[in-house]
């Protein structure tokens, strides 16, 4: 794979908070799911009584469209409590409990990123896919020129290149408008799932909607996937991935929804 995606291990509190969900309870122990605003948030409410994070924090958003889809989660569940089909949940908890508090380290992560971004990082071989690199990256580069005034430069093989200190100091800016904590908390997933601070820059302006989004952070994946096919293990890997990306962008979407 090209990219600089797996150079990076997260070092921010968003992975330690990820982690604190498989304590969950495994059995369901609710029958009610609602969702309530006091104070100003949307609390989710089992069977009457305020949900809580791992860390026992009031499991609550500024946004009621993110409250009901976590609420959906917790609805979806069965006789089993599976916090792996709870993508959102567990983004939302990671933002509460790892975000609000430390937003600084997440914000210079997925800066970090940007210096290693994966659409940066391409193949000169095959050509088929070096060309599907630079139909689909191009314009996301050409993009971040125009909208964020960060002219990242591409650069063929896995070598790494460093980046204009101009154009970083341009994408810690469009970072640092994301409001925290559960918007940068998504920006942060998005950009570590996919490898790419542009594609989840690009995701959280409206530039890209989630599947395109995901193509975009595939297309190594995919290519590689058409001509060596895929087994049982990495289909499942890519879609937990994808699960885990999609709950990302509809926090985004409903954040720039509610913003506009």
């Given at each position: 794979?090209?990219?600089?995606?797996?150079?990076?291990?997260?070092?921010?509190p968003m992975?330690?908070a990820q982690?604190?969900?498989r304590?969950v309870l495994?059995k369901r122990?609710?029958?009610?799911?609602?969702?309530?605003l006091?104070?100003?948030?949307?609390?989710?409410?089992?069977d009457?009584k305020?949900?809580?994070?791992?860390?026992?924090?009031?499991?609550?958003?500024?946004n009621e469209a993110?409250?009901a889809?976590?609420?959906?989660?917790w609805q979806?569940?069965?006789?089993?409590i599976?916090p792996?089909?709870?993508?959102l949940t567990r983004?939302v908890?990671?933002?509460?409990?790892g975000?609000?508090d430390a937003?600084?380290p997440?914000?210079e992560?997925?800066?970090?990123?940007?210096g290693?971004?994966l659409?940066?990082y391409?193949a000169?071989?095959?050509?088929?896919?070096?060309?599907?690199?630079?139909?689909?990256w191009d314009?996301?580069?050409?993009w971040t020129?125009e909208?964020?005034g960060?002219d990242?430069?591409?650069?063929n093989g896995?070598?790494?290149?460093?980046?204009?200190?101009?154009?970083?100091?341009r994408?810690?800016?469009?970072?640092?408008a994301i409001?925290?904590p559960v918007?940068?908390?998504?920006?942060s997933?998005a950009?570590?799932?996919?490898g790419s601070?542009?594609?989840?820059?690009a995701?959280a302006h409206?530039?890209?909607?989630?599947?395109?989004a995901?193509?975009?952070s595939?297309?190594?994946e995919?290519?590689q996937?058409?001509?060596?096919?895929?087994?049982d293990?990495?289909?499942?890997?890519?879609?937990n991935?994808?699960?885990?990306?999609?709950?990302?962008?509809?926090?985004?979407a409903?954040?720039?929804?509610?913003a506009s």
């Open positions: 794979m090209f990219g600089a995606r797996e150079e990076h291990e997260p070092r921010d992975k330690a982690g604190g969900m304590n495994p122990f609710y029958a009610a799911v609602s969702v309530e006091r104070q100003g948030l949307w609390h989710l409410l089992l009457g305020v949900a809580r994070t791992p860390a026992r924090q009031p499991l609550a958003v500024d993110i409250a889809a976590i609420a959906d989660e979806a569940q069965d006789s089993q599976s792996a089909t709870m993508p983004l908890n990671a933002a509460i409990d975000v609000r937003d600084v997440v914000r992560e997925i800066v970090r990123y940007a290693s971004d659409i940066c391409r000169e071989t095959p050509r088929e896919l070096a060309e599907r690199q630079c139909a689909i314009p996301l580069l050409a020129r909208a964020l960060a990242l430069k591409p650069a896995i070598i790494h290149v460093t980046q204009p200190p101009q154009a970083l100091t994408i810690a800016e469009a970072v640092a409001a925290a918007p940068l908390a998504a920006l997933a950009t570590t799932i996919s601070a542009v594609i989840a820059l995701l409206g530039r890209l909607d989630a599947d395109a995901w193509q975009a595939s297309v190594d995919d290519y996937a058409s001509v060596w096919g895929t087994d293990e990495a289909v499942f890997r890519q879609a991935r994808r699960r885990d990306f999609g709950a990302a962008a509809l926090a985004l409903s954040s720039r929804a509610r």
